[in-house]
């Protein structure tokens, strides 16, 4: 095994994961803030797909396609989000937690039907420009170019979130809620629209994801059943509701992978699921420190 | 979320032997496919009754119960299988491996509490389950095990659900009388206050591990059941999805009476039976009914049921 | 009484209507000759990633029944009623059981789950009632644990390893590696690729192996893998999404113009179509059904009427299902009664004219001998859409499945 080759894997690894943290850093802010593990989630990351396949078909040119979908598509994931908080689950907060969770599962199965009703059971796809397709080589490292591009958006994500979190007035609230939500309600806040907020700027991610993966992958139904389970592990090896966990957890999960790609192909998959539980064996509460 | 404490009444046992009977004569005039549904029905509401020993008695988020259930099923298939164990053995096996899997799972997750307790047990349970997927010489991988070899008295519709209401019917009695034991009114105290239960001197997590192996072996247990219903095994009987079936189930029933889930699982399989005839959206009906509990009827079918008939009784002065 | 009293007297109503509700279906008019309809249960994957593959068989079956029912079959015709296994097993036996004993079917077809059609199978045999699996390829079903009842209307992974591997000894290849998803398929196709390869060139060998997981959405770490350890030839075990994956990812990393790459179905039109100009050429792949191919009257006439009726062309699915309706009504003419024992004499070794030419039921393990194609994908002016097989060249069903001693030994008898 040549070191640029393994280098090459770390970095296809890399930009896997960064996908992985998109969509969990997501799951992860509403954890945090509104302390519901939203099991639509992938479900969301489904539709963002589809609906990136969407507007990338009816733009026809593939550049500009491809740009207006991951613009717009998170968007409409985050308004689908809007809707389901502000006419259903902002009637549930004073509920049990058992049944915000079984709301989140009911919406989950009325969206994957829906999808189903509205995209049928075909395969779709979306061809990146020109550009964006092949490999790109630097340094004597290859890289596919849009793998590349997503090695970037990892990054401005994470940065975004924190701007997001700490430079504005109601991401630090939502911040705060996360920590002491008691407190911002005796402060003279309304809670409940910085809970929206915040699920609404997860449901954002989860979209963004979805349309972030659509030119790689074959988007069909039932997409949604492996990003969930792994991004509830990336989310509770990282420490509930941390998005810097999130984080750690990804690339934990992408490197695992990827490592174990190399040096013992036949049992990859098992590896990043290996890393969780000797994580979870070591610290039952995360590798970074749990919001709550 | 209390549930009262009440002695037996004569009544509710009367009515239990007439349900007893009425299902014990049931394949004597019900169709085979009507024999074969309730046998799917006891063996799921079984399940869900097991859950419900930890959700509603224990207050515990305990969001990967299906595990246990997989595990019973496929202890079971392996050991006559792969093994060459007489079936007998491998019916006592299944409950044992997963009350097995209770304790190391409930070991972990007890040291957690509410939502890190689900998250970590979803991640446990994860971790079986992508075995149970992967280890094809053993498992069959996603393929399962079938035509599993068990005695031929199992092997018609109607020997297999004499055995599974047999099971049944003791493994419910068992777990009444759990509840009503001094372990299942401490288990009850501690879900309503944990903090003072330990002031007192209660080992919580004993309890609360306690419930959790308790309500795994029954959960084998019907496990086991589900395995001589149909000779069969699959990974997706331990898939997060039916986990939150169950969790379902227990809602729609109502999880504050002992009886609710195992209404819950009747009305969730037949409406599976009888959606699936008309539409393949069945899981859109299944989500906008659920949706619909959580807002009108929080308390399930049972626990709404009960709360009229309630004051009603209360109204007419209390037959009971 | 009390309240918990009154709880069980509802689960007791409950009982009861579950006993109205699952009560017997009403019976359909009778038909001269036969005496009644024939009716068959259709148990296939209607919802999730497969529902293309279904969906497909669904239409196919359909136009076929129209077609038989306009003559009748001795004065009968086929009725069907399906049901959505959605991909689970435990729903396929479900719903198979619900065929059987409440629908009172004739014949129970489907499935594309592998793991549904052997369930169904073992449910089937204990029935004593004829099951025809028209999509999964597990060579297990007509195989090792084939029996009187169970039926395969599709090429399986025993027949498809074959061809491969056939094809592949006549080219200078030795050093293979093997990539599959990790899903009974991938393992049957991929064991029966290279227990074939080894058997045919003993000097061939295993550099090395990767299974990726059923859903993983990006394979392009694992290509990049495989080809940092530079193989001679690869062979993929996937299908489905797997297969527009491994294929988007090839054209990704300009994997098939550096190493030569083999996959079953790789020249499938449901997974080229989709893809457009993001399929990668050279590829090479078997299937058993392709619409322009063979340019045969009876194929041209078979794709018009299902292009006329669905508005696309037929796959490998609806062709097999296609075929798997008229193996039905023919059989049941011969056979001359609704019995399900005459019905099995009459289907083994029975022929029928199918859009592909004459097909037999083989008798010793009720595998339907079928030629398959082996192409290379690239575009055509025909398709300026999408890329199909070129290169075609036609393997002859009998040559590449197992003899009757084969699966009489896989059987143990």
């Known amino acids: ?292 | 979320m209390t549930v009262p404490v009440r002695r037996p009444a004569r009544a509710s046992a009367g009515a239990a032997v007439a349900l007893l009977a009425a299902l014990a004569l049931f394949p004597v005039v019900g169709p085979a496919f009507a024999v074969y549904v309730l046998a799917l029905i006891l063996v799921t509401g079984l399940l869900a009754l097991s859950l419900n020993l930890v959700l509603g008695y224990g207050g515990l988020y305990q969001f990967h119960h299906a595990v246990f259930y997989g595990v019973g099923a496929y202890t079971l298939a392996v050991a006559v299988t792969r093994g060459g164990w007489p079936a007998w053995l491998g019916f006592l096996a299944g409950p044992l491996a997963a009350a097995l899997a209770g304790l190391l799972i409930g070991w972990f997750c007890v040291r957690l509490t509410r939502l890190y307790f689900g998250m970590l047990q979803i991640s446990l349970g994860s971790l079986l389950w992508i075995v149970v997927l992967r280890w094809y010489p053993v498992t069959g991988g996603d393929n399962g095990i079938h035509d599993i070899p068990l005695p031929a008295v199992l092997q018609s519709v109607v020997g297999a659900y004499y055995l599974i209401l047999a099971v049944v019917a003791l493994s419910a009695g068992v777990l009444y009388l759990i509840v009503r034991s001094p372990f299942g009114i401490t288990l009850q105290a501690i879900r309503d206050n944990a903090q003072r239960c330990q002031t007192v001197g209660v080992d919580v997590r004993a309890h609360q591990i306690g419930a959790i192996v308790i309500a795994a072996f029954f959960a084998g247990t019907a496990g086991v059941l589900y395995v001589a219903l149909e000779r069969s095994v699959f990974p997706n009987l331990l898939f997060w999805v039916l986990s939150l079936e169950i969790f379902v189930m227990c809602l729609l029933g109502g999880w504050f009476t002992f009886a609710g889930p195992m209404l819950g699982a009747a009305l969730m399989v037949a409406l599976r039976t009888v959606i699936g005839r008309y539409t393949d959206l069945w899981t859109m009906f299944v989500g906008i009914i659920l949706i619909l509990l959580i807002f009108f009827m929080p308390e399930g079918v049972a626990g709404t049921a009960l709360a009229r008939l309630r004051a009603r009784g209360a109204g007419a002065g209390g037959r009971g | 009484m009390t309240t918990g009293a009154r709880l069980l007297w509802a689960l007791l109503a409950a009982v009861a209507v579950v006993t109205v509700g699952v009560a017997p279906a009403s019976q359909s008019a009778p038909a001269p000759q036969l005496g009644r309809n024939i009716k068959v249960g259709v148990v296939d994957t209607y919802s999730g990633p497969p529902a293309v593959f279904g969906n497909d068989a669904l239409n196919g079956f359909r136009l076929a029944v129209n077609e038989i029912n306009r003559e009748g079959v001795l004065g009968a015709r086929i009725e069907f009623v399906t049901r959505d296994e959605r991909f689970s097993p435990e729903i396929g036996l479900s719903v198979a059981r619900e065929l059987v004993l409440q629908e009172r079917v004739d014949v129970l077809v489907g499935t594309i789950n592998s793991a549904t059609a052997l369930a169904i199978s073992a449910f089937a045999r204990d029935q004593r009632l004829p099951f025809i699996v028209w999509i999964s390829k597990s060579e297990a079903i007509t195989g090792a644990r084939g029996h009187r009842y169970v039926f395969s209307t599709g090429e399986n992974t025993a027949m498809a390893g074959k061809a491969l591997a056939e094809a592949m000894a006549r080219r200078p290849y030795s050093r293979f590696w093997l990539a599959a998803e990790d899903y009974e398929y991938g393992h049957a196709i991929t064991n029966s690729f290279w227990r074939f390869m080894k058997r045919i060139k003993p000097e061939v060998i295993l550099q090395g192996q990767t299974w990726w997981r059923t859903g993983e959405p990006d394979l392009v770490p694992y290509l990049t893998a495989i080809a940092s350890a530079r193989p001679e030839a690869v062979f993929f075990g996937t299908g489905g999404a797997g297969m527009t994956n491994v294929l988007r990812a090839m054209k990704t990393t300009g994997f098939s113009d550096r190493i030569p790459s083999m996959i079953h179905t790789a020249i499938d039109h449901a997974v080229l179509r989709p893809l457009g100009a993001g399929a990668p050429e050279g590829v090479m792949g078997t299937i058993d059904y392709l619409f322009y191919h063979p340019d045969t009257p009876a194929n041209r006439a078979f794709v018009q009427a299902f292009q006329t009726a669905y508005g696309g062309p037929p796959g490998f699915p609806a062709f097999h299902a296609y075929n798997t309706a008229y193996f039905i009504a023919q059989a049941y003419r011969k056979a001359g009664a609704l019995d399900r024992e005459k019905f099995i004499d009459a289907l083994e070794g029975l022929r029928i004219d199918s859009p592909v030419g004459r097909i037999e039921m083989r008798a010793c393990d009720h595998q339907v001998v079928l030629p398959l194609f082996l192409g290379v994908t690239r575009r055509s002016p025909r398709f300026p859409d999408f890329l199909v097989a070129t290169d075609i060249q036609t393997i002859r069903g009998e040559d590449v499945m197992p003899t009757c001693d084969d699966i009489r030994r896989a059987r143990g008898q």
Not at chain 1, 81 to 93: A, D
Not at chain 1, 159 to 186: K, N, P, S, Y
Not at chain 1, 210 to 225: E, K, N, Q
């Open chain 1, 1 to 292: 095994m040549d070191l640029s080759a393994l280098a090459s894997q770390l970095l296809v690894g890399l930009s896997r994961a960064m996908i992985l943290f998109i969509v969990s850093a997501g799951l992860s802010f509403v954890l945090g803030v509104l302390r519901v593990p939203n099991v639509f989630h992938g479900s969301l990351y489904m539709i963002g797909a589809f609906v990136a396949f969407t507007i990338a078909a009816w733009a026809g040119e593939p550049a500009l396609g491809l740009a207006l979908a991951i613009a717009a598509a998170p968007l409409v994931v985050a308004l689908v989000g809007l809707v389901v908080e502000r006419t259903l689950l902002s009637h549930l907060y004073q509920r049990e937690h058992l049944m915000l969770i079984l709301f989140t599962f009911g919406v989950m199965l009325i969206l994957n039907d829906v999808v189903k009703l509205v995209w049928g059971a075909d395969y779709r796809s979306i061809l990146p420009p020109a550009a964006l397709q092949g490999m790109a080589s630097a340094f004597g490292l290859a890289l596919p170019r849009y793998n590349a591009l997503l090695l970037g958006a990892g990054p401005v994500v994470a940065v975004a979130m924190w701007l997001f979190t700490h430079r504005t007035r109601v991401g630090t609230i939502a911040r705060a809620a996360a920590v002491d939500r008691e407190m911002v309600g005796v402060l003279g806040i309304d809670v409940s629209r910085v809970f929206a907020l915040a699920f609404v700027v997860g449901c954002y991610l989860a979209g963004l994801g979805g349309a972030l993966v659509a030119p790689t992958t074959s988007i069909s139904l039932g997409m949604d059943h492996t990003i969930i389970i792994e991004a509830f592990l990336i989310v509770t090896i990282g420490g509930l509701g941390n998005i810097w966990g999130a984080l750690v957890g990804s690339l934990l999960f992408g490197v695992t992978q990827s490592v174990g790609l190399l040096v013992w192909p036949q049992f990859a998959v098992v590896f990043p699921y290996l890393a969780t539980v000797i994580v979870l064996l070591a610290r039952p509460t995360g590798l970074l420190r749990s919001v709550w």
